[in-house]
């Protein structure tokens, strides 16, 4: 299992950048098309496989190989109980997760990318985000930290913004909460923004959330990898350190 340490880093990503080759490819790609990893890639004819369905593969064939290596939950369009972010509680005519990737034992996380589908009365349009969700050990009153107004939560509409680090403000109901100052105060802001200059940082409860909105996380990035280690890392000290991939990350997600 993970211990912290703030300047090591943790996943072999060599599966991320690796050209796919070979006879595993050739299985891999004859499971996918039987629907073994996951019914987006299901191709039972040869003209169903256009270039989408072999971008949509080879990913999924990365994004396999690389959780193999490292001991993850790799879940290809999961049905999960709604997160307790505010990205996810709009209210869309369709809306689902796409690959999430779950970090199970100490300093454990999830992140994966989502996607909604909104009808209006010309062409549906359509909402991406990625997200990160990092469980806390202790509970936190509601804020978020963005560069922009923007997109607030309604929770934390009747509230005033505190200018923080990295030309960011803080929304919250309890802004001088000791916790959240030093949770704050310790460079999770600017790791975040590292990772997107567009993102933001919201804290529920015993969860904390950083979110790409209007975009996916390129998840076969490995610099992206580094970057989430970077925040996890930040984050460490406030860390629920949950002990196994059943106690806690799949908490997260539970309301």
């Given at each position: 299992m993970w211990q912290h340490r703030p300047?090591?880093?943790?996943?072999?990503?060599?599966?991320l950048t690796r050209r796919p080759a070979g006879a595993d490819w050739r299985r891999f790609r004859a499971e996918a098309a039987a629907g073994e990893h996951g019914a987006?890639?299901?191709?039972?004819?040869w003209w169903q496989r256009g270039m989408d369905w072999w971008l949509g593969t080879r990913t999924r064939y990365r994004l396999t190989r690389f959780a193999r290596a490292n001991g993850l939950d790799l879940q290809p369009r999961?049905?999960?109980p709604r997160p307790a972010a505010?990205?996810?509680h709009s209210a869309p005519a369709q809306r689902q997760h796409l690959?999430?990737?779950t970090v199970p034992g100490p300093y454990g996380f999830v992140i994966g990318n989502y996607e909604e589908v909104f009808e209006g009365p010309g062409e549906a349009t359509g909402y991406d985000a990625g997200?990160?969700?990092v469980p806390l050990r202790e509970s936190y009153p509601p804020s978020w930290v963005s560069r922009q107004e923007h997109g607030r939560p309604r929770r934390l509409r009747d509230v005033d913004p505190v200018p923080i680090a990295a030309g960011c403000c803080l929304w919250s109901r309890k802004p001088e909460f000791p916790l959240l100052q030093r949770l704050l105060s310790?460079?999770?802001v600017e790791k975040a923004l590292a990772i997107s200059g567009g993102a933001t940082?919201?804290?529920?409860?015993?969860e904390l959330f950083v979110v790409l909105g209007g975009g996916h996380f390129r998840l076969t990035s490995p610099r992206l990898w580094g970057q989430v280690e970077d925040v996890v890392a930040t984050v460490a000290p406030f860390h629920a350190q949950q002990t196994g991939a059943g106690t806690g990350i799949n908490a997260v997600s539970r309301r």
């Amino acid at each position: 299992m993970w211990q912290h340490r703030p300047m090591t880093r943790r996943f072999d990503t060599s599966a991320l950048t690796r050209r796919p080759a070979g006879a595993d490819w050739r299985r891999f790609r004859a499971e996918a098309a039987a629907g073994e990893h996951g019914a987006d890639l299901v191709a039972e004819r040869w003209w169903q496989r256009g270039m989408d369905w072999w971008l949509g593969t080879r990913t999924r064939y990365r994004l396999t190989r690389f959780a193999r290596a490292n001991g993850l939950d790799l879940q290809p369009r999961p049905a999960i109980p709604r997160p307790a972010a505010a990205v996810f509680h709009s209210a869309p005519a369709q809306r689902q997760h796409l690959d999430r990737i779950t970090v199970p034992g100490p300093y454990g996380f999830v992140i994966g990318n989502y996607e909604e589908v909104f009808e209006g009365p010309g062409e549906a349009t359509g909402y991406d985000a990625g997200y990160l969700i990092v469980p806390l050990r202790e509970s936190y009153p509601p804020s978020w930290v963005s560069r922009q107004e923007h997109g607030r939560p309604r929770r934390l509409r009747d509230v005033d913004p505190v200018p923080i680090a990295a030309g960011c403000c803080l929304w919250s109901r309890k802004p001088e909460f000791p916790l959240l100052q030093r949770l704050l105060s310790d460079g999770l802001v600017e790791k975040a923004l590292a990772i997107s200059g567009g993102a933001t940082v919201e804290v529920v409860g015993n969860e904390l959330f950083v979110v790409l909105g209007g975009g996916h996380f390129r998840l076969t990035s490995p610099r992206l990898w580094g970057q989430v280690e970077d925040v996890v890392a930040t984050v460490a000290p406030f860390h629920a350190q949950q002990t196994g991939a059943g106690t806690g990350i799949n908490a997260v997600s539970r309301r």
